[in-house]
């Protein structure tokens, strides 16, 4: 017996993991409800989920908005007839020492990564019970482990969205067929890096080994069959989990120490709000395009038991490459 379309709702869907997980979901058939607040970006990744099998519908939304989110969600449930996963994908960020960003910026980070996530699953929810089943997706990232000095707002965010995941499974633990699903990717090689705040005075780079954003994509995809509370890409989870525990302040003096240099080093850049209060006017695609052929691996994010070896390592390597 042919399984029927699986019915998708997607966040965050105009670039990055978003549109990347929207186009391998339409690679399987899935019908979807993409949602952003680019409406060329939006446009440029329906026609790409069309033309890999899937249907496709696209609506501007602002996740900060709650009502908007609200109207989002009805309208995505009646199009689809239901809604099997939702996939809050929503990340923007800002890089700089705390003291230099504007605090509206840092504002704006929490409103679009954790209160937006919120949003979504507060629309989602009373669909997954009135449905008694359904998966919520929430992109976290590693940063919900490990501190990241230069992005306070962000690891504040990212620490909020781990907390409020485990207090939803608590809530519905009594529902077994509504799952709440966090991933944890590490470094992603996606457009997010030409939209971040900017406040460093060093013009922004990854490190080697980001993942490609279908790394991350194939495992959200994963998700919809086999549900689990906790997936991280690139990383093996147990040594982040450890050491958090175990030394939960190293990793993060040793990254800030090495960004204090970095940030003197580096080539200059401007300081720029990026695309936190506007969406970017181009569609900017799944892909960052920063991945040299020799870095298209996985980051090996816990080179110790604690993952303090490697914070160290990419933190290094960003001061040789700008020395």
Same mark, same amino acid.
């Given at each position: 017996?042919?399984?029927?379309?699986?019915?998708?709702?997607?966040?965050?869907?105009?670039?990055?993991?978003?549109?990347?997980?929207?186009?391998?979901?339409?690679?399987?058939?899935?019908?979807?409800?993409?949602?952003?607040?680019?409406?060329?970006?939006?446009?440029?990744?329906?026609?790409?989920?069309?033309?890999?099998?899937?249907?496709?519908?696209?609506?501007?939304?602002?996740?900060?908005?709650?009502?908007?989110?609200?109207?989002?969600?009805?309208?995505?449930?009646?199009?689809?007839?239901?809604?099997?996963?939702?996939?809050?994908?929503?990340?923007?960020?800002?890089?700089?020492?705390?003291?230099?960003?504007?605090?509206?910026?840092?504002?704006?980070?929490?409103?679009?990564?954790?209160?937006?996530?919120?949003?979504?699953?507060?629309?989602?929810?009373?669909?997954?019970?009135?449905?008694?089943?359904?998966?919520?997706?929430?992109?976290?990232?590693?940063? @919900?482990?490990? =501190? %990241? !000095?230069?992005?306070? *707002?962000?690891?504040? &965010?990212? $620490?909020?969205?781990?907390?409020?995941?485990? #207090?939803?499974?608590?809530?519905?633990?009594?529902?077994?067929?509504?799952?709440?699903?966090?991933?944890?990717?590490?470094?992603?090689?996606?457009?997010?890096?030409?939209?971040?705040?900017?406040?460093?005075?060093?013009?922004?780079?990854?490190?080697?080994?980001?993942?490609?954003?279908?790394?991350?994509?194939?495992?959200?995809?994963?998700?919809?069959?086999?549900?689990?509370?906790?997936?991280?890409?690139?990383?093996?989870?147990?040594?982040?989990?450890? @050491?958090?525990? =175990? %030394? !939960?302040?190293?990793? *993060?003096?040793?990254? &800030?120490? $090495?960004?204090?240099?970095?940030?003197?080093? #580096?080539?200059?850049?401007?300081?720029?709000?990026?695309?936190?209060?506007?969406?970017?006017?181009?569609?900017?695609?799944?892909?960052?395009?920063?991945?040299?052929?020799?870095?298209?691996?996985?980051?090996?994010?816990?080179?110790?038991?604690?993952?303090?070896?490697?914070?160290?390592?990419?933190?290094?390597?960003?001061?040789?490459?700008?020395?």
């Amino acid at each position: 017996m042919t399984e029927a379309p699986l019915r998708v709702v997607i966040t965050g869907a105009s670039s990055g993991i978003g549109a990347a997980t929207a186009i391998a979901f339409a690679a399987q058939g899935a019908r979807l409800m993409l949602g952003a607040r680019g409406e060329a970006g939006l446009a440029d990744i329906a026609n790409r989920c069309r033309d890999a099998g899937g249907q496709a519908q696209l609506r501007t939304v602002d996740v900060t908005d709650a009502g908007a989110v609200r109207e989002f969600a009805a309208e995505a449930s009646q199009w689809l007839g239901g809604i099997d996963l939702w996939f809050s994908c929503v990340g923007v960020g800002v890089l700089g020492r705390y003291e230099d960003v504007p605090m509206a910026d840092h504002a704006r980070v929490i409103e679009a990564n954790l209160v937006g996530h919120m949003n979504d699953a507060h629309a989602v929810l009373p669909i997954f019970l009135r449905q008694d089943h359904g998966i919520w997706v929430n992109m976290i990232s590693v940063g @919900g482990f490990v =501190a %990241t !000095p230069y992005a306070a *707002a962000y690891a504040a &965010s990212k $620490f909020g969205l781990r907390g409020f995941s485990q #207090a939803l499974r608590g809530e519905l633990s009594k529902r077994p067929h509504i799952h709440v699903c966090d991933v944890y990717p590490t470094f992603v090689d996606t457009p997010g890096v030409d939209h971040a705040g900017n406040y460093t005075g060093a013009r922004l780079s990854l490190p080697p080994g980001a993942l490609a954003p279908e790394s991350v994509a194939r495992a959200v995809v994963r998700l919809a069959r086999h549900p689990r509370n906790t997936s991280v890409v690139g990383a093996p989870a147990i040594a982040l989990k450890l @050491g958090q525990f =175990a %030394t !939960p302040n190293l990793g *993060a003096a040793v990254m &800030s120490g $090495f960004l204090d240099i970095w940030s003197k080093r #580096a080539a200059a850049g401007d300081d720029t709000s990026g695309a936190l209060y506007d969406p970017p006017m181009a569609p900017s695609g799944p892909d960052g395009g920063r991945r040299r052929p020799d870095q298209r691996r996985h980051v090996a994010m816990a080179a110790g038991a604690t993952g303090t070896v490697a914070i160290a390592g990419i933190a290094a390597w960003l001061l040789r490459r700008k020395a």
